[in-house]
């Protein structure tokens, strides 16, 4: 048999050999001895199986190769030459096999999870739309609810007046909330009670903002503070607060949506009153109370000046009370919401500006360990960006330090640090607020940024006279009067002044006005006057005057303008009359100057009894305010004046104008050029400075004849009268050919 299958082996191709069989009858004996085991019941059919699966085909067929090896090794090398593919076979076919095998048996989760099927969407879209359909099932039945009336307010404030009751005061917090939703036009809010007459809406705010802080508080048996004593209530004290917590809560939240939502003025500042009572209940309210300061900060810094102070007042009660919880954040919400409401000012914002410096003052003040991190770190903020203003030197960095968010906050600062003095916490940056206002002058020392100066210039007399520091602000003033030229006659006039107080930069047009050497002049005058003012009292004021004193001896020689000559004689009259009356006092004092406490008690005394500069000071300040005012309104000036107003025709009107009368216009070219025969050949180049106008340029030749005596710019007669008729085109044809020449023989007189 061996030799048989040995001839066959070697006819038959690889491919014809692994299709027939070639174990010996060995092998079948072994394979028929192997299901003898299957006879035991100790294994189950499943496990008889993977055991015969894991002796499968990868397994038996590795077995018949090496069988095949030791018995016919010629077939064997064969198939090393021509297929090792077979004889390198390996067992990690067999095991990939079986783990196959063992995830059919046993289930396994994926890696990724699927995505819902479309079935799922569609059930989901039709639970959320059933969800909504109750919804709008609950909201009409609450629609069809209780509906507030007038007869119902009254019935609540009879009931609310003998005995408050959880429930009366549950019923009126939902009525209040109803009434709420309205204004904010939440119609999908589900409220108990319906509020479809604005009289009952009215009716309702008024009950509640005048009977229900009394209620709440008899309700919950609070004992009312005494009045001498600052310290507050607080509700949660009482044994009913936790019962009636989540009432008083959803009403309070109503009073703060109803603040945010209203715009009448007197309306809000009614319902700022009824919070201000219910600062003790927002107090234990934490979230609540977040959203209250809030609305609170958000009027302090954008209302009328009566919600304004109110805002404040609540603002205040409530830091005072929680510092720990609240004036931190309350600080810096209120400084951003101040630096982000003076962008821009002008004769209106002015005032409110100026109640905010005062206000935030106020609420630094309570704690000077907050404060000083607070203003640390904004007056570094403003050192920054003029460091990097200074060191690019671009017209970008100029900018954001040369603005009024920039100079208000030096005002802002300087005003702080006046406040809170005498304070060691917050002396120290006394110093580095004078560097970065000095620095803020020196940046770009040109004529045109004057009124910044003087701005800064300001801040500083106001940091060192409360302060009790001396900063030298007088010869950043000084300054101009050595720059600039008095003398030289302006080349334009007007009539209105400029307003120092609201402008920061000025135009090339305003340097060449009339109105802004007068307005420097005025601005020098108060702001010399005020620095002295603050040093008046001062032993060393006869040595801090002395620099001045030759300044102004000095221009009053130069200067010709007899007002700028008699302001500034005032001035320094005032000025060496004080340092008599200083050296005086002086000379018949008995210690030395090192002698501190001395001096101390002395200028103390002169401040008492007064010196000629302080008493001229007092008396100038109240017609100073006064003309101030005048100057911001600008009204009372302009009313004096009656001006008559020129009405000019828009260009697009010119344009319709000459489409339609195109024939006429082409033969009247000389008075398309009406507009600019007023205006200067400054004017006509400098676009952007267009609008100033006509105000300046109307009352030009008056200014002019009253100043110049030459007589160079009077006008013709002929001017005031009528205009001279046109020529009609023969008419100068004859004018241009010109008559016969006339001959005539002259007759000399007996004289020639």
Request: net charge negative; aromatic share 8%; proline share 4%.
């Amino acid at each position: 048999m061996a030799g048989k299958n040995k001839r066959k082996l070697e006819d038959l191709s690889v491919d014809e050999f692994m299709l027939s069989g070639f174990d010996s009858d060995e092998e079948d004996d072994c394979e028929d001895e192997e299901p003898s085991p299957k006879k035991g019941k100790s294994k189950t059919p499943a496990l008889q199986k993977t055991s015969v699966k894991k002796h499968g085909k990868a397994s038996e067929h590795k077995d018949q190769l090496s069988a095949l090896k030791t018995k016919d090794p010629e077939f064997y090398k064969f198939l090393e030459q021509n297929d090792q593919e077979l004889l390198n076979f390996d067992d990690t076919d067999s095991d990939e096999e079986e783990e196959d095998e063992e995830e059919q048996m046993y289930h396994k989760l994926p890696s990724q999870l699927e995505e819902d099927d479309d079935d799922d969407d569609e059930e989901e879209e039709e639970d959320e739309e059933d969800s909504k359909k109750k919804d709008v099932k609950k909201q009409k039945s609450s629609k069809e609810g209780t509906k507030v009336t007038e007869a119902m307010i009254e019935n609540w404030k009879t009931a609310l007046k003998k005995e408050p009751t959880p429930t009366l005061i549950r019923d009126i917090t939902q009525a209040f909330k109803a009434a709420v939703a309205t204004t904010k036009g939440d119609s999908d809010e589900l409220c108990r009670y319906v509020i479809s007459d604005s009289a009952v809406f009215n009716s309702l705010v008024l009950f509640c903002i005048r009977d229900m802080h009394a209620a709440l508080q008899k309700m919950l048996k609070l004992k009312t503070p005494d009045k001498d004593t600052k310290k507050l209530v607080l509700p949660f004290s009482s044994t009913r607060w936790q019962k009636n917590q989540i009432d008083i809560k959803m009403y309070l939240a109503g009073v703060v949506q109803l603040l945010s939502s209203l715009t009448q003025a007197t309306v809000i500042a009614a319902v700022l009153r009824h919070a201000n009572q219910m600062v003790p209940y927002y107090l234990c309210l934490p979230k609540q109370c977040r959203q209250f300061l809030k609305s609170l900060i958000k009027h302090w810094s954008t209302g009328e000046e009566t919600v304004r102070v109110l805002a404040f007042l609540a603002l205040n009660k409530i830091c005072r009370h929680k510092p720990d919880a609240h004036l931190s954040a309350v600080l810096k919400q209120m400084y951003i919401a101040y630096v982000q409401n003076c962008k821009f000012t002008s004769p209106n914002t002015l005032p409110m500006i100026n109640f905010m410096q005062r206000t935030l003052a106020e609420m630094y003040s309570l704690d000077t360990q907050v404060s000083y991190q607070h203003t640390f770190l904004y007056i570094r903020q403003l050192a920054i960006h003029l460091r990097n203003a200074m060191n690019l030197k671009k017209k970008e960095t100029y900018q954001s330090v040369y603005n009024w968010q920039y100079v208000h906050c030096l005002y802002l600062w300087c005003r702080v640090l006046s406040t809170i003095y005498p304070s060691e916490v917050l002396e120290p940056l006394i110093y580095p607020l004078c560097q970065v206002i000095i620095g803020c002058i020196k940046l770009v020392p040109i004529s045109r940024y004057y009124p910044l100066r003087l701005h800064c210039v300001r801040a500083i007399i106001l940091l060192s006279g409360n302060t009790k520091t001396f900063v030298p602000a007088l010869p950043f003033l000084l300054e101009i009067l050595q720059q600039e030229d008095f003398n030289k006659k302006p080349g334009r006039m007007s009539v209105k002044p400029i307003n120092f107080a609201v402008i920061l930069k000025l135009s090339k047009f305003n340097l060449q006005e009339k109105a802004y050497k007068d307005g420097l002049v005025e601005q020098l005058y108060d702001l010399i006057l005020e620095c002295f003012h603050t040093q008046a009292c001062s032993i060393g004021f006869p040595e801090l005057a002395l620099p001045t004193i030759i300044q102004l001896k000095a221009f009053l020689k130069e200067c010709k303008v007899a007002n700028y000559c008699k302001q500034m004689r005032q001035l320094l009259e005032k000025i060496q009359e004080n340092c008599s009356h200083i050296t005086g006092r002086r000379q018949k004092a008995a210690f030395g100057v090192a002698d501190v406490t001395a001096v101390a008690a002395w200028e103390k005394l002169v401040a008492e009894e007064g010196t000629p500069l302080t008493k001229y000071y007092s008396q100038w300040k109240k017609l100073r305010e006064k003309e101030i005012q005048l100057e911001i309104s600008g009204k009372e000036r302009m009313e004096d004046l009656n001006l008559p107003e020129i009405k000019r025709k828009k260009a697009e009107e010119k344009k319709a104008d000459k489409k339609e009368f195109k024939g006429l216009f082409e033969s009247d070219s000389d008075d398309d050029d009406d507009d600019n025969l007023f205006q200067s050949k400054e004017e006509k180049d400098d676009s952007d400075e267009d609008d100033e106008g006509l105000e300046d340029l109307t009352d030009l030749s008056d200014e002019d004849n009253e100043d110049d005596s030459d007589g160079d710019q009077k006008q013709p007669s002929s001017s005031k009268g009528k205009a001279p008729k046109k020529m009609l085109s023969t008419e100068l044809k004859q004018v241009a050919e010109g008559d016969e020449d006339m001959v005539e023989d002259l007759e000399l007189s007996d004289q020639d």
